[in-house]
């Protein structure tokens, strides 16, 4: 079975600084990976995602993210944070071999953005 | 378009009462799913339906049932709840993915707290 694992449950950094939240998932012969923000007491939103093609993928709010196959990661970043951008960020894998698709989130990475 | 919805916000519960959590999509979505958050865990998949009239278990499905009566509308009961499921439960839908995976949309969430 698929796990997505992020490293930091989380990140304080400082407005205009770059973040990098760091995510790694299990191995398989294909995956579809997400980056999910939740904003406090609302529902997730997607960020982005990597279905197939460029390894380096924008998504909205200017975050990217690389997928990196030898390393198996998919660690998001933004060159400069707002205060805005303070949220809850999870990681998420899906098994691009099984007919219906399920997610399985990471545990998450609290950013905390500080003027 | 209201998106997902989910009926009630929050609700108290005393161990071993029972209730129904409602999502209601209006997107035509023919997958909905059941999540419940818990800190330092992430999302927990507690079941999913593929189609009206069908459902199926998820990672953690014990202590719950759920019943898609209608293609719109996702039902999660707790027939005895116990203080093991308090929790935030997530509802999400998805349309029919064909050989890709089609974005799951979330609802604001539902906070349970079992005394």
């Known amino acids: 079975a698929q796990s997505v694992t992020q490293l930091d449950s989380q990140v304080p950094v400082f407005e205009e600084a770059p973040v990098e939240l760091r995510c790694n998932y299990s191995s398989s012969v294909s995956v579809y990976l997400f980056w999910y923000v939740q904003y406090p007491n609302q529902g997730l939103q997607l960020l982005l995602k990597?279905?197939?093609?460029?390894?380096l993928v924008k998504g909205i709010n200017g975050f990217e993210a690389e997928f990196n196959k030898s390393q198996t990661s998919f660690h998001l970043r933004k060159p400069s944070v707002h205060i805005s951008d303070t949220a809850e960020y999870f990681c998420?894998?899906?098994?691009?071999?099984?007919?219906?698709?399920?997610?399985?989130f990471g545990t998450g990475t609290r950013l905390l953005v500080s003027p | 378009n209201a998106g997902v919805t989910q009926t009630p916000k929050f609700r108290v519960l005393k161990t071993g009462q029972s209730m129904t959590l409602l999502c209601a999509q209006d997107m035509n979505h023919e997958y909905m799913y059941w999540y419940r958050q818990d800190p330092g865990m992430g999302l927990r998949l507690i079941h999913y339906s593929v189609g009206e009239g069908t459902t199926a278990k998820g990672e953690v499905p014990d202590g719950y049932n759920v019943s898609r009566l209608k293609k719109q509308n996702f039902l999660l009961g707790l027939e005895s709840a116990a203080p093991s499921q308090t929790s935030v439960y997530f509802c999400?839908?998805?349309?029919?993915?064909?050989?890709?995976?089609?974005?799951?949309?979330f609802g604001p969430g539902t906070r349970l707290t079992v005394l």
């Open positions: 998420a894998v899906s098994d691009g071999n099984t007919g219906f698709q399920k997610l399985v």
């Open positions: 999400a839908s998805s349309p029919w993915a064909s050989g890709t995976f089609n974005e799951q949309f």
């Open positions: 990597y279905l197939s093609g460029s390894t």
